[in-house]
């Protein structure tokens, strides 16, 4: 598989500063939340996900932020290293029904060396 | 590797043509969902299957269609091809329908270009 050229936002980052990535979500009735990373040539992988009941969320070297008054995610991502170059995107679904997930447009990551 | 394979990973066709893509989920998966990736629209997500039972539908045209089969291999069939149905087709399964987490595993997509 391979990754289209998808007209993204880029986000360009110096090797071992933090990164931060948003997403907007637009149906306030979700309740579970994923980001996934794609990698060139290959498809979405999961890193880390968060219930609708929690505002944070920490996995190895990432964050997730959850705001749902506005609703907004972020990833932050610690340390950014050159293999977390990428195009991440925020998924929105219902906890209690995985049927339907809506992914959003994604962001472009480019760390420089 | 995430255990789901995809096959073909590139297809070519004509507009007007139907083609069939094929899904093999990771062993003991019985969800399977479909996703089309765009360059304009991203990734979409067309359909879901539950252990041969279709659980939900999104954005996908009356033009295609799927099935899983009980052997939990799923296909996209996709006819009356138009230009604009040149994407990325991914497919991705998944362990479970609810509950506290569904990590779903991606396959390696298959490229379909239609001339």
């Known amino acids: 598989g391979e990754s289209v050229g998808l007209h993204l936002p880029t986000l360009s980052v110096q090797e071992g500063d933090n990164s931060i990535i948003n997403c907007a979500y637009s149906?306030?009735?979700?309740?579970?939340f994923i980001w996934y990373k794609q990698e060139s040539g290959k498809g979405p992988q999961f890193i880390i996900d968060i219930r609708s009941n929690m505002d944070k969320r920490q996995g190895q070297r990432v964050t997730v932020l959850l705001n749902k008054t506005v609703k907004h995610l972020s990833l932050q991502i610690a340390a950014t290293q050159p293999g977390d170059s990428a195009v991440y995107f925020c998924a929105e679904s219902g906890l209690y029904n995985f049927n339907k997930f809506y992914f959003g447009s994604g962001t472009k990551l480019n760390v420089k060396p | 590797d995430s255990g789901v394979t995809q096959t073909p990973k590139h297809l070519i066709t004509a507009t007007g043509q139907r083609v069939t893509l094929r899904c093999s989920p990771r062993?003991?998966?019985?969800?399977v969902y479909w996703y089309q990736q765009s360059l304009d629209q991203g990734l979409q997500f067309l359909i879901q299957y539950y252990n041969g039972e279709e659980r939900a539908k999104g954005n996908i045209l009356e033009r295609f269609s799927a099935q899983q089969f009980p052997d939990l291999h799923s296909e996209l069939n996709l006819s009356s091809l138009e230009l604009g149905d040149s994407a990325l087709y991914f497919c991705a399964s998944s362990s479970r329908t609810s509950g506290t987490r569904n990590e779903q595993f991606f396959g390696p997509g298959t490229r379909l270009t239609v001339l």
């Open positions: 062993s003991g998966d019985l969800s």
């Open positions: 149906n306030s009735a979700s309740d579970y």
